[in-house]
Structures are given as C-alpha cells and as structure tokens.
C-alpha cells in the first residue's frame, strides 16, 4: 500500500493525496475525511520518502567533523547525537578530512540530502583567511549552520564555544608566575581553536611584560611516539623550554614523556598543562593537569540553539563558556 | 520547481513523471521525451526525497552503536563512515546505550528511516541468551544485518570480527610458560567479545593443565582510576595475582597504575597485557603490551560485505581475522 493505491482507492489525485497529508488546507472537508479514512482502514502511514517529500523535511541535521576516531570529537559526536536523537532528529555524520576542498565538496553533498541544519564539529571548520569561510556562509543561506567551538561572524551561523584564549593565558600567567618563564606553547593544527589559544599564550606573556620567543611556540602534527622524538630534538637544538603548555592532552602525554626521558622532575622541575580534559590524561604518571572546555555543555547548547532555531525563536549568535583548570600531578599551582 | 510543476508544464500526472524518473517501462517513448526535455529545460533535478520515494531508497546506512565516546567503537565508525561515503552511501548514526530495550527500540527507529543496511558496530548488540538476539533476526528479515565484532548464526546476518578466543589463549599460555600462573582475567562486559576472550582464557588454563581459580576473573565497569582502586581493594582483600590479562586498553592501563602503586616491577614481577592497541596504551611508561585486533580490516571487509550483498552478490556469513600481538614494555615475551 502506497501513496499510489491510496490515491486510486479514494478516487483522488496524489497531489491531493499529499496534501492531505501534509495538512494542507486547499483540500475540502469531504475528500480529507474520505483519504483518512482509506489510510486508516488500510493502515497505510506515509513512510519517511513520502513524508520528507510532503512536509519537506527529513528531520535529520548534517553533522560534519574532521575525524570521529580523534576521541574529543567523537565524544562531541556523541553529546549531539544523543541530543538530536532527543529531539526526534535522526544524525548524518559525515567524516570530511582536514582539506578545506573536501570539506567544501562534503558541505555541498550534505546539502543535497535536505538537511534540515549543519552542525560544524570542532573548530577546524573555521579557516583564518576570511575568504575560505565563505563556503560556510553560503550554506547558511540554505539552512541554518552551527559551529561547536568555532567562532564565524555571519547572521544566519550560530556558535557555542570555550574561551580557549582565556583559559590558556591564565595558566600561562601562573606558569610565569611560578617561575616556569621558558614555557613551550605546543599545539596541532591552526585552526579556530589553535590560534585563540596561541593568542592567549601571547597575551600572558605581554601582561607580565616578558619578551617572547618565536623559538616558544611550536605547531606539530604527530602522533605521541613521534612528537616526543621531536621535542628531544628540538630541546637539543633548538629551543632549552622548562615547560610545556599543550593544545590538546595527547601532547601535553608527549610533553610528559619527553620530560621522563630527560629525567625531569615533574612538576618542579618541568610543569606541564594539556587540554580538553580526555582519558589519556590519567593514563601518564603523576597525572597531567589539563583544561575542561566543557564539551557536554557546548553540546547540549548546540543542540538546544538548533531546535529554537528550527521552531523560528531567536537565539545568540555566539555563546562562549569559560574552561575549568583541572589540577592534577603535572603542576604545582 | 517541483515535481507537482514539471507534471503541470507535461500535463502528465505526477505518477508518470515518478514513472519516468524511476525508470519504468509503463510510460511512451513520447512521453518520456516530453517529461525529460521539460526536465532538463527548467533544470529541474529530483531531490533527496523525490528520488527516495521512486527508487525506494535513499542510499543509507543504519550504523548502532552502544557509545560513540568510546574510543574503539568511534575508530570503527570513522573507518565505516569513509568506506560506505566512498560508496556513495550515507550514515545515520545511532548512539543506544548498552540497554537490550533502548537497542531493540532504536533499531526499530532506525528501521522505519528505510536504510538500506543496519551496521551493529561493535560485539555488545549480540547477546549470550538467544532470545535476546532476536530483534536482530527479525530486522535481518527486512535489511541485511551486519555485525563488526560480533557472530549471530542468522541466514541475512553477516559478521566480520577478530577471533578473542585464540588471541587471549595465546598469550595466557606464553604468561603460564613464564612463571605467571596467577594471572587475573579483566574484562568490562558480558558481550560476545568480553565472553569469548573468557573462553580464551580458560582454555589456556585448560590446556596447560592447572586449575583455575574463579578469583581469576573478574568482570568489572568503571574508569581508569576506579578500576585501579578496585584492584588494589581486591589483591588485599580476594587473590594475590601476579599479572593481568585486560579486555581492552584501559583495563590493562589500570593494572598498570595498579602495579605501580604497589610498587611492583613492570614486567618481571608483574606483566599486562591490554586488548585493541589504542591510544592510552601508549601514554603509560613502560608502554603496554596489547593485542590489535585489525579493525581497519574488519570496517573495510564490512563496507564491502554490504556494497556486495546490494548489489546481489555472494558474500560469506562470517569472516574471521587473528589478532596481533604488540609487544611494548609490561610483557617480557
């Protein structure tokens, strides 16, 4: 039984048909009550084509992020999900690599699958020269475009996001402060994210009217293994750091088994801060001290900003959360 | 433009336009021209749910999985959402939880979204009572059902996993044949995995002849710092073990902090095996010795399965891969 038989059995048209379903009110009284009654009687429920067709929704977001097997953005993937599944929307993940061009391709394909928004997961999505964003605002003149822990300034893109910056001079600041005036600032890729906290780094710096090193601030892209081999390398060559303040905890993991290999004492002798608060993090020994940047929270209000975005109520632009120092056996402070 | 349009403009009904876009041999030669050429006239290209409702399929895959912050189940989906994406295929992405009912009703759920395969990611959605599997065997019935990790005996149920059993058996036996006879068996969850790693473990007991304890086992659910304090309770209070065979990684990590608590030597007086080889096995010092049970292969053999049964080929009900062991520092063999 489909939209077809239903359609010759009540001796309408499909179009009528549709609108039927669809609660459209150029149907008269009459043939309305005669097309329900034959689906009733049938026990015919229009499957999810004909009502995506009919209402013009799939009830489904597009959720892109660089890399799912990368642990913060799967645990994001997962906050969203649950949230949208909450709410009666199915997910379409959608795995884009970190090049901007295949990111642009897959924006374009989620689209065509009538999305009814696009969740941005993880600040990658957010390119520094303005003219690589632009693929972004243009999708959000289809539908709406939400970014977790990216910043874009555009009418229709929407933003939850930690005050990276913020969280990273102010451990900074107390590094300074504990004497620790070597600090490497170490991170992965200069994305939104990567730069605000490279911002930070430098501000603390300014603040405490301190001369900075370009030698201080290094941006590798390595596996655990590999970016200690490099920060051994580096610290014999290039740069003698006394600390190390670390974009994400796998680094801040490498900092610490640099710092093992040379025989440091920890935290006194080399201090040591990661970020986002993830299990490798228990994992060394003493612990690593890192940043909680409050993914659950960013999440559920991703998550919320969608739904009062898509039942047309108006939401912030941007709404930015400040990150949670997390002490553990890497710091004295 | 629409397909309500294209109809008026061909004065055709809707259904032949459907009949043309789906292909079917019920509509003229010169009606079909008509509708095609008014087609391509107003660049008219049927969207998402159009082409949904005529070929009655929208070219997705159902993947479930029980919690996509885990980091192995999370590799997996990126592994599975690049393959099928490669296909031409979309994911919905289906977080359930580890509960039998909220399983059967999202697997329900992901049904009624008319995908075209139902990936199960992961051994925890087969269960050890046979009733229990059989939401499974009733949604085999309406979509090719395909496990990662897991084996149900179903005729439209396929499964790719890593065979536990052999891989704990192996290296159980290689601890006995190193003085190690009071190792202790550390697993998280009764699933088809956890359950077949036991058996892993007992037959190597069995074929080497000594009698095992039930103090060697131990199935226990919590992070990596409660598991450890779990441990240190237990050797006081149950069983003195004298190495740990884990279930997965972060098991094998709390063994390892375990140890180091009690100021044991890693590995000569006390060796870990993990299970996965994943990322927190390797911020530990010394590292820990685990088994990778070749999950690329098994997302990659499992993309193929279900592109092969689509398109109506042939495809094995169980392919079955040995696992590798890695040797790091918490084993001397």
Redesign the interface.
């Known amino acids: 039984m489909n939209?077809?038989d239903i359609?010759k059995k009540a001796g309408v048209?499909?179009?009528t048909v549709s609108r039927v379903m669809n609660g459209s009110d150029k149907v008269s009284e009459k043939t309305r009550k005669k097309v329900l009654d034959i689906m009733k009687e049938t026990g015919y429920t229009p499957?999810?084509?004909?009502r995506?067709?009919t209402f013009?929704t799939?009830s489904?977001i597009g959720?892109l992020c660089a890399?799912?097997?990368d642990?913060f953005l799967?645990?994001a993937?997962?906050?969203l999900?649950?949230g949208f599944?909450a709410n009666g929307y199915?997910?379409?993940?959608?795995?884009t690599g970190y090049e901007l061009a295949t990111r642009q391709s897959y924006l374009k394909l989620i689209l065509?699958?009538?999305v009814d928004a696009v969740v941005l997961v993880g600040s990658t999505f957010i390119e520094e020269n303005i003219e690589d964003n632009q693929y972004l605002i243009d999708a959000s003149l289809e539908v709406p475009v939400v970014s977790v822990n990216g910043y874009l300034d555009s009418p229709n893109i929407y933003c939850t996001l930690c005050d990276d910056a913020e969280a990273i001079c102010n451990v900074t600041t107390q590094l300074i402060q504990e004497g620790f005036q070597k600090t490497l600032f170490l991170y992965r890729s200069a994305s939104y994210s990567g730069w605000h906290k490279l911002a930070g780094f430098k501000k603390a710096y300014r603040n405490a009217g301190l001369e900075l090193s370009n030698k201080q601030i290094l941006c590798h892209h390595g596996?655990?293994?590999e970016t200690k081999e490099m920060l051994l390398q580096y610290y014999e060559k290039d740069f003698k750091f006394d600390s190390v303040v670390a974009g994400d905890d796998?680094l801040g993991?490498s900092a610490?088994?640099f710092a093992?290999a040379k025989g440091f004492h920890i935290p006194d002798e080399f201090s040591i801060i990661g970020y986002n608060n993830s299990?490798?993090g228990?994992?060394?020994?003493p612990e690593l001290s890192t940043l909680d940047n409050r993914l659950e929270f960013v999440c559920s209000n991703t998550v919320q900003s969608v739904m009062n975005i898509l039942n047309g109520q108006s939401v912030p632009r941007k709404t930015m959360v400040s990150a949670e120092y997390i002490k553990r056996g890497t710091t004295n402070f």
Chains 1, 2 share one sequence.
């Open positions: 939209i077809y359609s048209s499909i179009a499957n999810a084509f004909a995506g067709l013009n799939m489904t959720l890399d799912c097997s642990h799967a645990t993937i997962s906050y999900e649950k599944r199915d997910c379409i993940l959608c795995c065509s699958k009538k596996d655990i293994n796998e993991v610490h088994k093992k299990k490798v228990v994992c060394c020994e």
